[in-house]
């Protein structure tokens, strides 16, 4: 019974954002829309600088994460 009950739930969540995709997609012709009425490419460059630190802070969080977890299950083993 709680397989069926959780396939059930993750078929309604992909319908429901599958269907949220159309609304969620507005933002980028915002973006592109504010950045094409820009004759010099400042504002472009300034947010292409920003998507990629907004995208690798995530990343190197996870790599400390990761190293920090693989420190404590492999580290050194003290000898008595």
Known sequence: MQTKFKSL????FTIVFSLFSNILSAQCAMCR????????GV?????????????????????????????????KKKEL
Do not use: Q, T
């Open 33 to 40: 829309a504010a950045l094409e009425s820009e004759e010099g």
């Open 43 to 75: 504002k472009a460059e300034a947010v292409n600088d920003g998507i990629v630190y907004l995208m690798a802070i995530p990343y190197f969080l996870v790599g400390i994460l990761g190293y920090a977890i693989y420190r404590l299950k492999y580290g």
């Open 9 to 12: 739930l993750i078929v309604v």
